[in-house]
């Protein structure tokens, strides 16, 4: 797998805000997107947080973090980032971002999907505190 680099993490109070960033060192992405993996979760499936249509700037989110996190992309740093705000301990994860090519959509833009990105960042821990 390719390797995305992430940062921004950390500990924070709940209503209190971060910013994920995401670079791609290569990129011709389709899709990148967040996923997250709460406490206690290996091996479970990640979470589906938010997406981006790279060329379009379309995004997409999971219903508990609209209206509190925003998904974005600068094509000119290879970039995406994640601005969390009203943060809450129930968005305490391990956040993971991904990048797939536009073959992994072939059957249908299932973008929520984990397993059709082949392209991973290491993880960053964000934990809230109550």
């Known amino acids: 797998q390719g390797q995305l680099v992430e940062s921004g993490g950390g500990l924070v109070q709940a209503g209190g805000s971060l910013r994920l960033t995401c670079t791609a060192p290569?990129?011709?992405?389709?899709?990148m997107t967040w996923f997250r993996q709460a406490p206690g979760a290996p091996g479970k499936e990640r979470e589906f947080?938010?997406?981006?249509?790279?060329?379009?700037?379309?995004?997409y989110y999971e219903d508990s973090v609209k209206g509190r996190f925003t998904i974005s992309r600068d094509s000119a740093k290879n970039a995406m980032y994640l601005q969390m705000e009203s943060l809450r301990p129930e968005d305490t994860a391990v956040y993971y971002c991904a990048g797939a090519a536009a073959a992994s959509f072939r059957d249908g833009y299932y973008f929520t999907d984990d397993k059709r990105y082949n392209y991973w960042g290491q993880g960053t821990q964000v934990t809230v505190s109550s």
């Open positions: 290569k990129h011709g992405f389709y899709t």
């Open positions: 947080v938010a997406a981006v249509t790279w060329s379009s700037g379309s995004t």
